[in-house]
């Protein structure tokens, strides 16, 4: 009989005993709430329970529904998960290292105690990939008042669950110029204005890490209100002197008057 025979047939009766039992799945052996883990990290699912004065006949994992590894007198395990799973015997807890995003499934704990009922718990565990790589994309180098639009895509690495979009420390919202894709990705800016000019940030993020995007808009606004002053009119042959006046707005949020 091959090793995964003896470890699906170790405690075929426990399953029977449930039900004549009519114990409920998960009554408080494992805390409630998915399970979150990191690729090539470590998760452990911890019971509830104490350790009790007599060992624990056996104890039993199942990943979606396959057997992972047993333990009564001797602990058997799945070739699968060799070197990176044990079992304390005291509590049942398990303790899963190296994850990979294959790990993500449903984890079912069976506990025969030495005298009492056996005992089930599940638990589900979600394995993400760490965020690397954020940056924010900006194809228009140079950005004109109220005639040009932009995009700023958001771009990253890894399992990503949600992107927030921050403007110079405050939530960026949808507007009459502003809009967002539907995956949030991408803010577009329809066309820009003054106040779009400022540090825009994207934090990307999923259950095991965060990371933030900057990238600093910049827009060029004016000259406003040009003037030219002189006569209207003037004899033949004689020199006359023109005078512009303008309030010019300079790139980088610099404003300066300047008389010519």
Same mark, same amino acid.
């Given at each position: ?5 003896? =470890?699906?047939? /170790? ?8 039900? #004549?039992? %009519? ?28 350790? +009790? ?26 070739? %699968? $998960? ?9 509590? %049942?807890? #398990? ?11 449903? $984890? ?19 394995? $993400? ?9 900006? +194809? ?11 995009? =700023? ?14 403007? @110079?420390?405050?939530? #960026?919202? +949808? ?7 539907? @995956? ?9 204005? !003054? ?16 990371? /933030? ?10 000259? $406003? ?19 512009? %006046?303008? #309030? ?10 300047? !008389?010519?």
């Amino acid at each position: 009989m091959s090793e995964k025979s003896v =470890l699906d047939k /170790t405690i075929p009766w426990t399953a029977v005993m449930l039900l #004549l039992s %009519g114990m409920c799945v998960g009554e408080g052996i494992l805390p409630a709430g998915p399970v979150s883990g990191a690729v090539a990290g470590t998760v452990k699912f911890t019971t509830t329970l104490r350790p +009790p004065e007599k060992p624990f006949l056996s104890v039993s994992w199942r990943f979606n529904g396959v057997n992972i590894i047993s333990s009564t007198s001797v602990n058997i395990t799945d070739p %699968g $998960y060799a070197g990176r799973i044990s079992i304390d015997r005291a509590t %049942g807890s #398990l303790e899963l290292r190296n994850l990979a995003l294959e790990d993500s499934g449903e $984890y079912t704990i069976t506990i025969t105690p030495d005298g009492g009922l056996p005992k089930q718990g599940r638990s589900t565990l979600t394995v $993400y990939a760490p965020i690397t790589g954020a940056t924010i994309r900006s +194809p228009a180098a140079i950005l004109i008042e109220d005639e040009s639009s932009t995009n =700023l895509t958001c771009e990253a690495s890894g399992s990503i669950c949600s992107r927030e979009w921050i403007k @110079d420390g405050q939530p #960026l919202n +949808p507007s009459g110029s502003v809009s967002f894709s539907l @995956d949030n990705k991408t803010a577009s800016l329809q066309p820009v204005h !003054i106040s779009d000019r400022g540090t825009y940030q994207c934090r990307v993020s999923n259950p095991v890490s965060t990371m /933030t995007a900057t990238h600093n808009l910049t827009v060029s606004f004016g000259p $406003y209100n040009v003037l030219i002053t002189g006569p209207s009119a003037a004899p033949q042959g004689h020199s006359i002197t023109l005078q512009s %006046g303008c #309030l010019m707005a300079i790139r980088r949020m610099l404003i300066t008057r300047c !008389i010519s």
